[in-house]
């Protein structure tokens, strides 16, 4: 099946470093969601992509949909402590509303 | 802000025994998606909802799962005889479309004992 890999696997950063991670996929994807999740609790959104080419940032949060569309970047800028966690990218399936998640990038920031 | 909602926030069962994990949508969402995570690992689709049937569903969402939405506001997962390996915690989420930004609850944690 269709897989979203996601690089690096894990992470660790000096307080204030800017971070960039990314997500690759083999097959062409129409939307590109970036989340955030702490232990124990649901997936947060951070931004969402919909069109090849597109930069959008939310904060420190830039992410970028890749024109080939078949990866996404997301970077963090002047990270913190609270930027700690694990970011998964995500997007439906081409022609279908079945969404995969990346394997995911753990981060973990050094004060 | 809107958000969704689940409960329990924690479920444990006996191998064999039905559970029913519970979701409230946002209000305006017309799709709504049950997903499983089991410890340490990435977030799998289970199932997505629209318009009161099943559009979607994984090779995971086999004859012992189902969903349901009783009223016009609760949305339901229901596994008829629980094993081991259901133990993970499942969140469910909604969106306004089917292809845009879906929202995630805070998860039930299912623990088959």
């Known amino acids: 099946g269709q897989q979203l890999n996601q690089s690096p696997q894990s992470m660790f950063i000096q307080e204030g470093e800017d971070v960039s991670m990314n997500c690759t996929s083999s097959?062409?994807?129409?939307?590109w969601l970036w989340y955030k999740q702490d232990p124990g609790e649901g997936p947060v959104l951070l931004i969402a992509?919909?069109?090849?080419?597109e930069l959008t940032s939310n904060g420190r949060l830039t992410a970028q949909f890749g024109i080939t569309r078949k990866d996404s970047f997301l970077n963090i800028s002047a990270s913190i402590p609270s930027d700690v966690g694990i970011y998964f990218c995500?997007?439906?399936?081409?022609?279908?509303?079945?969404?995969?998640f990346g394997t995911g990038t753990r981060l973990k920031v050094l004060a | 802000e809107p958000e969704v909602t689940q409960t329990p926030s924690h479920q444990v069962t006996q191998m064999g025994q039905e559970v029913i994990l519970r979701c409230v949508p946002i209000s305006n969402h017309l799709y709504f998606y049950w997903y499983r995570q089991i410890l340490g690992q990435k977030v799998e689709f289970l199932v997505s909802?629209?318009?009161?049937?099943?559009?979607?569903k994984s090779e995971i969402f086999d004859d012992q799962f189902s969903v349901e939405r009783p009223d016009g506001s609760n949305f339901t997962l229901k596994i008829r005889s629980t094993k081991l390996e259901d133990s993970a915690m499942y969140f469910c989420a909604s969106s306004v479309q089917g292809w845009n930004e879906q929202f995630f609850g805070p998860g039930t944690r299912l623990t088959v004992l």
């Open positions: 097959s062409i994807f129409n939307t």
């Open positions: 992509l919909y069109k090849a080419g």
């Open positions: 995500a997007g439906p399936t081409s022609g279908t509303y079945k969404y995969i």
């Open positions: 909802f629209y318009n009161n049937e099943i559009s979607e």
